[in-house]
Structure formats: C-alpha cells, structure tokens
C-alpha cells in the first residue's frame, strides 16, 4: 500500500497497482474506508420536515387513546380525516409506533405462559416414578380395555398395573395408593410424572399425592415427548410381533400385562439385567451364600 502511494505520484495509481497485483478499489478501500452504522447514523442530518418530539408525543397520545388503541393506523387515521383533523402522515405514524415498540398486536389479548420443561433425575429405584393409561383393542368395534401402567424410570421396572373397562379418576386413586403402600414409599421419596389426561389431573388423585407426600409432575399442555418413558414403553410393548390386533375378552387382555417384566428383562442389556428390580429379592440370597467363600477365586474353597 506504501509502496502504490510513494509511486502513484509519478506514474499513477492505475499502472502502480497493475505492476504491483492490487485491485485498485482494495486501494481506494484502505485510504477512504467506509464509515460504521453508528458513524453514519451520527453523521446523518435529521430530516427538516420531521416532527419535533412535543408533536411526535402528542401524536402517540392519540393513537393511545381508549377509542385508538385497539385500531390499526389506518383506522385511526381515515377516522382522524373524518372529523377534520390531520396530525401527520399515516406513515409518521407507523414510525412513531415502531420508536414506541408497539408496531404489533395492540389489542389487549390472553397470552400463554411460558412452561417450563419438567426435568426429574432418578438415582435410585423408587425415586422417580411415571404412569399414563393405554387403549387396547376389544373384541367388538368401539370396545376397549384401558391399561393403567406405573414405570420407575431408573429401571424401566412396571411397578404396578390394572386393566379396566373404563377410564376413571378412582381406578387411578387405589393403583397408586396399593402401589405406594407395596412398595413402602415414604412421604417426600418419590415424584410422580404423568401427562394431563383427565384421571392424572383429577382431585382425588391430587388428594392422594398429596396425603402420600408424593410430589406430582404434569407434562406441557399440548407437548407430546414430555412423558417419554410411558410411551415408549407402550410402543415397545404394542410393536412386538405377538401382539394381538383385538383382544377377545379382559382375561385376555390380562395375559398382557402378567408378561411385562419379561420384555422388560429382554429389552435391558445384560449388565442391566443382573441389576433389574425383578431380581432384588435374590440379591440377599446371593451374598449369604457367597459370604462364607469370599474372596476365594469363583467362589469355592481352596484346595486343602
């Protein structure tokens, strides 16, 4: 660049640039460079026509008037015509709107809350449990049975299930109660997620949760991934291919769920398997027998 200005000089800045292998507007770009947003927004002289502030306030007071604000700028501006009166151009008044933030919806509508994603961490079993209630298929069109399933998601163990005709708040309220008192939950140890069905968000349940020191967890109104644990279970369970399209009558339907906890063992890997809830009442077993012989190489006496 020095080197283009010492030489432009004599020869000029055309034939310097050729014999040096720099594009001129790189040239002219580093001796006048082009001004920043802010420079040239400061540099900017405000329009002479413009409004003066008192005027623009004056102008936004109208538009903000209880007759005014639920009406679009044209409205207000044909409506102001009408009367007589001209305060600006419909254009000024867009701009003014735009400088107040209220270029939008100006009627004065419901707005959703925002949820938050529920998150629940389970280290342990009986920690974090979920339900949900699946239809499956009668034996004649429009019958179903309902399958009210509980899941610990640390294990993906079915703590507790009922098959019913129908889908009620009471048949939920003594699943979970039996299920709670089964498996001795003590008040303040277990979370319970379920989406927002109507047996989930009924008041004898809420009562009983709360009776149980159970906190509740409800899904996201209108999201669908909120419970996945439930329904990938239901999915996995409804794909296998002995699954039955009709069920013939409810002992049938029962057959379903007394096979649960051996899907669930062929679904887990096999590390997980060896630790799968089903197998808690062995783990006792196992460590007396093994206790005497401990440490011992598989488990058996040294040869005397």
Request: charged share 25%.
């Amino acid at each position: 660049m020095d080197a283009v200005m010492e030489t432009g000089s004599k020869i000029g800045v055309a034939p310097a640039c050729l014999a040096l292998g720099l594009a001129r507007a790189t040239y002219y770009r580093r001796i006048h460079p082009k001004p920043t947003a802010t420079e040239s927004k400061k540099a900017s002289s405000p329009q002479p026509r413009a409004l003066p502030a008192e005027e623009r306030q004056q102008v936004l007071a109208v538009l903000d008037e209880p007759r005014f604000m639920d009406l679009a700028p044209p409205q207000v501006h044909t409506t102001l015509l009408d009367e007589g009166q001209w305060l600006c151009s419909l254009r000024t008044m867009y701009r003014i709107l735009d400088e107040n933030d209220q270029v939008r919806e100006r009627r004065n509508q419901l707005r959703h809350p925002v949820y938050k994603k529920p998150e629940l961490l389970a280290t342990r079993p009986n920690q974090v449990w979920t339900w949900d209630i699946t239809k499956l298929l009668g034996p004649a069109k429009w019958t179903y049975f309902y399958l009210y399933v509980i899941l610990d998601i640390f294990s993906r163990y079915v703590v507790g299930w009922t098959l019913a005709n129908h889908e009620y708040a009471s048949i939920a309220h003594a699943l979970i109660e039996e299920t709670c008192k089964r498996h001795n939950i003590a008040p303040g140890q277990l979370s319970l997620h379920a989406d927002n069905g109507s047996p989930m968000v009924s008041k004898p349940v809420a009562f009983l949760m709360a009776d149980l020191g159970v906190t509740k967890s409800h899904s996201r109104p209108h999201v669908s991934d909120d419970n996945p644990f439930s329904e990938a279970h239901f999915k996995t369970i409804k794909y296998r291919p002995d699954f039955p399209v009709r069920f013939g009558s409810e002992e049938h339907a029962r057959t379903l769920p007394r096979s649960l906890p051996l899907v669930q063992q062929r679904a887990l890997p096999f590390r997980h398997r060896l630790l799968h809830p089903a197998r808690c009442p062995l783990r006792p077993r196992r460590g007396q027998t093994r206790g005497p012989h401990r440490g011992h190489a598989g488990g058996l006496p040294r040869a005397s």
